[in-house]
């Protein structure tokens, strides 16, 4: 067994970004397992544009925006194994993995950071009646035989679901010559962002049906066409609104769930809330020396986040391995008042040693609302939002100084005030 | 192409293909023909899974002859074949005094049907070998004969031994006609006309349309459909035993069942239907499904399911399994009618109607028949060791294409380049588990694909999900 400082679980955009965060930070023996032939995760089929705005004010495609972490994690010679696919974590940090080049290979971690990712929430889930036929695809396994493999996944196309993969599959369908009939949403607002509904389905004249879902699949062999309907406030389909579309493909855009099969195996605590783990502000989980950032965390709608979420993971990484950082600290709670939801981090030590990064998602849209971040009577943030949505990630950042000289026996109470 | 055999079997379903295995054993010539493209294509490969104790059919029935001795069978025949069973036991639960007579007559039952180990167990005795299940839970039969296996490896396993036993396999043919000529039976097909000394119907589904094909005497099958629930295998230990709900006349209710793999099945509904061809789910049934399984598990987390399907039942509306030489057609068999407990009588009937044939063609024992046939390597139940030896052997052990089963390439080859082996993607599914897992295939579907053309060298746009029509892709973008 081979001891490594610090293994990070996935070469995508978070395990990239963690390396290069825990390199800047001092450390040196650092190890990249990849499961793929290559680096760059989901991004390599990314083709689209609109990467990097945030990071590098520059809109790059998937790909490009990987290799400029690639090519950092090149010049600072960070080893990466590819092909190399983890079976087994335990909560003693030993990694074992599997590789044509090693075979079955084990390793010792000093730190662990999580970078998995996330996986699409398949038909299945759903529950959707109907046959089970050919022609229905998550949008990213589509997006991977549009982009990477080169095939035509089908020729009509409707949308279940407004994901942003959903929404970006819509344009890139209507680019290969098939006819993307509709893309239809449950929720009475988009899952996805506003960009993505303008530039995707408006720009293209791609009708989004809010409030309305498919109720039945047809064909016995390959789709044929699907049955929607409206729903109610409860979700259920409104009897006498039913519609047949004929089509021959489904592409599902109905979620993500972060890949957290290993956290799971070495004891990570999972929040029920987010799918990932529970964390604190350096991003560490509930096992000591574990970490994770990206979207095995929490699902987020720009790389930029997950790019900057794993470099403090890869820091605190850093640090942990340096002994900075071990030893019992205790948290302040982070609790999610009304309307917020999958706040991350959960918990923040009472004397965080950098200003801490709080995200989470509205649980409805909200117009003209206040978000607030407040212990007892003492408020650290408040930011008035002309519109909140379930789609967009809030973001915001609280002062180290305002947090240490909080309350240490009361929670953090995060909040959106709606407006009257 | 051969199309003269000694026995011609119709049906490639767990009955045909184990009727073909245990006629291998004789020194017999015999072709198995499939309609689908795939063996394993109807109700054996979308049931319950469970080996059933015997205790339900009517005593003195053929379903309970060959339920008890059938499961009496197993560990010998999944032995020789490497195929996955358990012997959890099944309790039938009643939740309630007033389906207590249930249990008991359920357990006089089983006495006269000769089915061993039978107990009534009451309520505190169910809470402590099933603390998640309802409370209300009032007396159970605990069945100890009772067990789980993998259906569909039960059947490839069968037609894998079969195949290397010398039957033929032909897919993708079904029979249109049968009749005699020259003291022969003639079977025809679209691709073929087949002639055989003797022929048995093991046609499930349609196994009546196969009989009366030569019979004056009609048999009338009646499709009842079961929808089903499929639950993440987080859930495996939830339960020990299978939990049945007392019966109905439609049969034996709403299960929560784990399968050998550690999924859990809720279901199956029970609804005559006209289309013998139909996998519909329908809203209705799910729901069904759903809050009968509630019942035995009140606790079922919302969000547990990966997916949803539907099986047929070939149920004969004589309410019996029709086995053996048809009356007015001398050397035609049936396994006509064969449904639940079908899969836990499949070997007992597959040895009874090998006799029944080889007798009737007083053939002589196969002195090369070589029961053994060894299952896949399944990488993930390997320790380190035996995993660090097998990817020495063959490097693809090491790349695992199917992340939620953990399924290697390695395995996905061997599946299509086995005997009877994958010619399409469900086939690699239930041959490997490969796309059986909680992201139901969203990301090894590109690469299974890309493999399946490789090893069986036709282009990625022909292949088939399962039946034809069934295609994943339309051809190349820029073509």
Redesign the interface.
């Known amino acids: 067994m081979k001891n490594v400082d610090i293994v990070i679980i996935g070469g995508g955009p978070a395990g990239l970004a963690a390396a290069i965060g825990a390199y800047e930070a001092g450390a040196r023996d650092i190890l990249i397992l990849e499961r793929e032939n290559a680096l760059g995760g989901i991004l390599k089929q990314c083709i689209h544009n609109g990467f990097g705005l945030h990071t590098f004010k520059e809109e790059l495609t998937g790909p490009e925006y990987a290799q400029r972490f690639i090519d950092k994690v090149r010049e600072y010679n960070i080893p990466y194994q590819l092909d190399s696919m983890v079976l087994d974590i335990n909560a003693e940090k030993v990694i074992t993995c599997v590789s044509r080049e090693h075979g079955v290979q084990q390793f010792k971690a000093g730190a662990i950071i999580l970078c998995m990712g996330c996986r699409e929430r398949p038909r299945g889930a759903l529950g959707t009646p109907g046959e089970r036929c050919s022609g229905i695809f998550t949008a990213g396994t589509a997006q991977k035989l549009v982009n990477l493999e080169g095939y035509l996944p089908g020729k009509k196309v409707v949308i279940l679901g407004s994901g942003d993969i959903g929404l970006i599959m819509a344009r890139r369908m209507t680019f290969i010559g098939a006819e993307v009939l509709c893309c239809v949403e449950v929720m009475p607002f988009s899952g996805g962002l506003k960009r993505n509904i303008v530039q995707c389905l408006d720009d293209y004249n791609i009708p989004l049906y809010l409030s309305h879902t498919v109720i039945d699949i047809h064909g016995k062999d390959r789709l044929t066409g699907v049955t929607i309907a409206e729903v109610d406030s409860h979700m259920n389909p409104i009897a006498g609104t039913e519609q047949y579309i004929e089509c021959d493909t489904l592409l599902l855009s109905v979620g993500l769930l972060p890949e957290n099969e290993l956290s799971e195996m070495a004891g990570v605590k999972i929040s029920p809330n987010t799918s990932g783990a529970v964390v604190d502000e350096t991003l560490q989980t509930s096992v000591p020396g574990i970490f994770a950032a990206g979207n095995v965390l929490h699902v987020h709608d720009l790389v930029d986040f997950v790019s900057e979420e794993s470099e403090l993971a890869g820091k605190s990484a850093a640090n942990y391995v340096k002994q900075a950082q071990q030893g019992t600290v205790s948290h302040r709670q982070v609790v999610m008042g009304n309307g917020v939801n999958a706040i991350v981090p959960q918990q923040i030590s009472f004397t965080p040693d950098h200003d801490v990064h709080m995200m989470f998602r509205p649980r409805a849209v909200y117009k003209g609302a206040v978000i607030t971040a407040s212990v007892g009577e003492q408020t650290l943030y408040t930011k008035k939002a002309r519109i909140l949505a379930p789609g967009e990630m809030v973001n915001f950042t609280l002062k180290k100084d305002d947090l240490t000289a909080a309350n240490p026996d009361l929670p953090l109470t995060v909040e959106i005030k709606e407006a009257a | 192409m051969e199309t003269s055999y000694d026995v011609i079997v119709i049906g490639g379903g767990v009955v045909g293909c184990a009727v073909a295995r245990e006629l291998s054993a004789y020194d017999l010539k015999i072709a198995l023909l499939e309609k689908a493209t795939d063996i394993c294509a109807g109700q054996s490969r979308a049931n319950t899974a469970i080996i059933h104790g015997g205790y339900d059919a009517k005593p003195g029935t053929l379903k309970a002859y060959y339920n008890v001795k059938g499961n009496g069978m197993f560990d010998e025949i999944c032995g020789e074949l490497d195929v996955p069973h358990e012997w959890n036991t099944s309790l039938v639960v009643s939740f309630g005094p007033d389906e207590d007579p249930q249990i008991d007559e359920l357990y006089e039952r089983g006495l006269k049907n000769g089915v061993p180990g039978l107990e009534i167990i009451d309520h505190d005795e169910i809470m402590r070998r099933e603390p998640n299940i309802n409370p209300e839970a009032h007396r159970a039969l605990l069945v100890n004969n009772g067990g789980i296996v993998c259906p569909y490896e039960l059947t490839t396993a069968y037609a894998e031994n079969a195949s290397i036993n010398g039957v033929t396999f032909f897919r993708s043919t079904p029979v249109t006609n049968i009749f005699k000529e020259n003291g022969s039976w003639i079977v025809e097909t679209p691709s073929a006309r087949f002639s055989a000394k003797a022929v048995v119907n093991c046609a499930g589904i349609f196994s009546d349309e196969i009989h009366n094909m030569v019979s004056a005497d009609k048999l009338e099958i009646q499709a009842r459909k079961g929808e089903y ?2 639950v993440d295998k987080k859930y495996a230990s939830t339960f020990h035993a299978a939990i049945f709900q007392v019966p109905s006349a439609m049969g034996k209710g709403i299960l929560v069942a784990r399968t050998v793999d550690g999924t859990v099945l809720l279901g199956p509904t029970a609804e005559d239907i006209d289309d013998k ?1 139909e ?5 209705e ?2 729901a069904k499904a759903l809050a009968g399984a509630r019942r035995t598990w009140p606790n079922l987390p919302g ?1 547990a ?6 099986g047929l039942r070939a149920h004969c509306t004589r309410n019996e399994f029709i086995i053996g030489e048809a009356a007015d057609a001398p050397l035609f068999f049936d396994a006509a009618g064969v449904e639940s407990p079908g899969l836990t009588s499949a070997p007992a009937i597959g040895k009874d109607l090998a006799k029944m044939v080889s007798e009737a063609l007083h053939a002589a024992p196969n002195a090369k028949f070589n029961p053994i046939r060894k299952g896949i390597p399944k990488f993930r139940e390997l320790s ?1 060791e035996r ?2 030896e097998l ?2 052997q063959n ?1 693809d052990f ?3 294409i199917c ?1 939620c089963e ?1 399924v290697t390439e390695a395995e996905i080859r061997e599946a299509i380049r086995r005997p009877v082996g994958a010619v399409n993607v469900d086939g690699i599914k239930i041959r490997t588990r490969a796309g059986m897992g ?6 090894c ?2 690469r299974t694909l ?1 493999i399946l053309s490789e090893e069986l060298g036709v282009p ?2 022909t292949l ?15 073509d």
């Open positions: 629930y499929l061809t996998k519909r789910t329908t809203a049934g799910l969000r399911f990966i997916t949803e399907f539907t380190n995993r660090a990817i020495a490097p090491s790349k695992v992340r953990t909680r992201c139901q295939a969203g990301f579907t590109p890309e990625l746009e088939l999900k399962s039946e034809p029509g069934s295609r994943y892709v339309y051809g190349k973008i820029f």
